[in-house]
């Protein structure tokens, strides 16, 4: 008597932590909802997912990176074989995963794997983390996927609004109730107005300028600082020491955006998609400086939020220490405002899109096996060949 096979999922992306968060919260929650699932993930060797996908529980499977060239070069001529290579270990995982649905979030692995889900008739279910998509996921909405978007406005056909995954510990943070826990976790007075700024995992090089121009102004106001770096970006004072001040804290890294979130009157941050939905899920008042390179996606990111009255945006090039003298002070000293952008931000923040893209993938894997039943087999063995981490 044959048994039925548990349900097989590959997630796919990585790059960068906008790719990979959203990517984890999907397999939580799919775990969540059908605890017998097989997740696998899959990324490229020298991707951030290489440590944060292991890390959190998770099987790693590799396949090459194939980057698509911007403009003319050898590189441009060598793509149609690389790409071909590619798809043929992305196809290889796929079989050897027995997979019922192949879930993209974006990223240079997701193509290969979008073609070689599509060749073998799995069914694909996509989430465009940000109001302008990438091309990995156009090409996988032009192969029939099941879209998902992050940003209400995003252009891809067919798309359904669900927002951004993202962990419980921040789509159900309380800040206030968390902020003076938080404020002392991370080495703050519970009582002072809290400014803390991120550029993100890897910082912000003009942000921390400016910042470092403006410590004196911000301290003198009584507002104190936490200055979230970026790995190996401290920054130091005209003698070369790590700057220091009265009221200003710098760290590299925090593990764990929700004890920020909860700690800061005013998070002043570049506007990557997960950060802006998280900003908008928890309601954080927020300063957004977009990333002035790319395709501007870091703009429209933002351009609900701000038309909502829940944060403010300025450009890089304006970002000056006369600008935060003339908006952050008086901004973090106010603590109406302050409040009504808090609301403002909620008002638009989705708190369960984890749980819906889970309903999304497992409504497509299970109506792909009632349509073609797959025959019992061994569970799939690992894939050492492609990289396969723990």
């Known amino acids: 008597m044959h048994t039925e096979p548990s349900l097989s999922v590959v997630l796919a992306g990585g790059g960068t932590a906008g790719h990979i968060s959203p990517l984890l919260a999907i397999a939580s929650a799919v775990r969540d909802a059908r605890p017998d ?23 790693l499977a590799t396949i090459s990176r194939v980057p698509f060239p911007r403009r003319p070069s050898l590189d441009l001529l060598r793509l149609p074989g690389r790409l071909a290579g590619a798809v043929r270990q992305a196809g290889a995982i796929l079989d050897e995963a027995e997979a019922d649905v192949l879930v993209g979030v974006g990223g240079y692995v997701c193509t290969p794997m979008y073609l070689a889900a599509w060749r073998r008739k799995i069914p694909i279910v996509i989430h465009e983390a940000n109001a302008r998509p990438g091309l990995a996921n156009r ?30 510990g921040i789509s159900g943070l309380d800040r206030s109730a968390a902020r003076a826990a938080a404020r002392t976790a991370l080495g703050l007075d519970p009582e002072r107005p809290t400014l803390i700024v991120t550029g993100g995992s890897s910082g912000a090089q003009s942000i921390n300028r400016t910042l470092t121009a403006s410590v004196g102004a911000l301290a003198g106001a009584g507002i104190q600082i936490l200055h979230i770096t970026g790995r190996g970006k401290a920054v130091h004072d005209a003698d070369g020491a790590p700057l220091a001040a009265p009221g200003y804290r710098q760290v590299e890294y925090v593990d764990g955006m929700e004890t920020v979130y909860a700690a800061a009157d005013l998070l002043l941050a570049r506007s990557g998609a997960a950060t802006v939905c998280e900003v908008a899920a928890v309601g954080v008042p927020a300063v957004f400086v977009p990333l002035p390179v790319g395709n501007g996606e870091q703009a429209l990111n933002a351009a609900g939020l701000v038309a909502a009255g829940g944060a403010l945006i300025v450009a ?5 220490p006369g600008w935060v003298r003339d908006h952050i002070i008086a901004l973090v000293q106010d603590p109406d405002r302050l409040a009504r952008m808090s609301a403002s931000s909620r008002q638009l923040g989705i708190r369960n899109a984890d749980r819906r893209m889970a309903e999304l993938v497992l409504e497509a894997a299970d109506h792909d096996r009632s349509a073609s039943p797959k025959a019992a087999s061994p569970k799939a063995k690992s894939v050492k060949q492609h990289g396969r981490k723990r």
Do not use: S, Y
């Open 37 to 59: 699932a097989r997740l696998l993930a899959v990324g490229t060797p020298a991707g951030m997912e290489a440590r944060l996908v292991p890390a959190a529980g998770l099987d």
């Open 139 to 168: 090409v996988g909405a032009l192969l029939g996927g099941q879209v998902a978007v992050a940003f209400a406005g995003t252009r891809l056909a067919g798309a359904r609004h669900v927002g951004m995954p993202m962990r419980p």
């Open 316 to 320: 890089d090039t304006a970002f000056t």
